[in-house]
């Protein structure tokens, strides 16, 4: 059991939890931003991130300090806490970053621990190797055992209260994500950040990213607190908290800034393309879009970084309310109809169903069927399994209108799209409670037909049949063949 992060809430594959940072001395609660700062460059006081955004940690990049000779003797003899003037834990990366864009570095994961440590990091990174996306197998294969074998080095180095990084590679290769975390949770280490996704998601490929996450998660243990390496945009927070990364590093508030663009959580706007500001953060009540552009350069840049990272940490609430609140789900649907590829990630977030149905509550407040992908949640797929745990009679009426026909079978039960049957006496339990359109989908049939299926499967001497109002032809003829079939609309006419 790792000491250093507890989970309090769950939903879906998010959590609500604890990341103590001994050598901060502070306690992270994730989901956690952690905004990058460039030690060269103060965009935002590191200072005002903790008094005016709530930020509790923070990340830098040692290699640059390392080679930033003023810098690099402030840091050792001031430390990095008063280098940056920051309260909050510090994370720092390794150089990584600058050897998947340089191809090389100076500096080996021994000297770049050792100096992290000296610095006063909180949170060090050692130096793995970055595969990028649809490398060859071989090329991954030969990285993931470089990076094996520095996570190994790094396991042995005494660091103190400092904790380390385990970085979890394996580029689009799922089985090598999930061997390599299964690898790093088999180390000492404690932060499982997974590694080289920026170019994925630069590309809006949140299927894939999705993917790795999966794959990464399978092999790490459950109390694994897990960091998504440069996640960058809030528009996929909420996406990939679902799918379980607990802590988000962005320094997108900053560069986006720069370029003299505008963050929302749909998406990313240009200024100049910008007639109102549709955000009620400081930035937004106290101008215009045209009094943003009548600013000097750099007080316009400070500006826009400042509503990039107010829209930025209000994503990270409003995530942390819906995993409180157990529509974690419902507020990743929202997102997803922001872009098309967010709904690719979606679907494939979905297509990890029974995973994440593992860890998701058997109880939350209420199912909200909002599209056709609500027939695939982890709830739907949990009632279905369950199927074939209760007692069923030797004939059972399963229906969508009322009992009264019933009397002919040894029970009725009721018949709900998308979650099929289930003893009426189930009717006020979690997530049979859903509120679901009066337009029933076709999706929704099919999920329910799938759940008639397994009980027909899990009782084959119990005589079934299902009364239903008009199911089309195509959903009907998925059923097996022995259940009696009874359109109640036909009693209508």
Known sequence: MRECFEVRDTDVGGRIGELTVPRADVTVETPALLPVINPNLDTIAPRRLATEFGAEILITNSYIIHGTDDVREQALEDGLHDLLDFPGAIMTDSGSFQLSEYGEIDVTTEEILEFQHAIGSDIATPVDIPTPPDVSRE???????????????????????????APVQGSTYPDLREAAGRHADGT???????????????????????????????????????????????????????????????AAYALYARDDRYLTVRGTRHLE?????????????????????????????????????????????RIKQAIRAGNLLELVEQRARAHPTMLDGYRTLLDHAAQLE????????????????????????????????LSVPDSLFLTEGSSARGDEFDDSWRVEPPFGPFPRALSKSYPLTAETPDRTDRAALEAAADGVTRLVESNPETDITLGHKGWPAGVLETLPEEVALVDLTADRT
């Open 139 to 165: 090329r991954a294969e030969d990285e993931l055992a470089t990076t094996q074998e520095r996570l190994e080095l790094a396991d042995e180095i005494d660091t103190g209260e400092m904790l380390v990084s």
């Open 188 to 250: 000492d280490l404690d932060v499982f950040p997974v590694g080289a996704v920026v170019p994925l998601m630069n590309d809006y490929r949140y299927d894939d990213m999705i993917d790795a996450v999966a794959a990464a998660k399978r092999g790490l243990g459950a109390d694994a607190p897990v960091h998504l390496f440069g996640a960058g945009h809030p528009m996929m927070f909420a996406l990939a908290a679902a799918m379980g990364c607990d802590l988000f590093d962005s």
């Open 273 to 317: 393309d910008l007639d109102y500001l549709p955000c009620s953060c400081p930035v937004c009540t106290a101008h215009s879009p045209a009094d943003l552009r009548a600013l000097p350069d750099d007080e316009r840049e400070e500006a826009l970084a400042a509503h990039n990272l107010h829209v930025t940490f209000e994503e990270i609430r």
């Open 358 to 389: 593992r860890a998701d509550p058997v109880s939350k407040g209420a199912f909200f069927y909002t599209s056709h992908e609500s027939a695939r949640r982890p709830e739907v797929l949990r009632h279905h399994q369950r199927l074939g745990r």
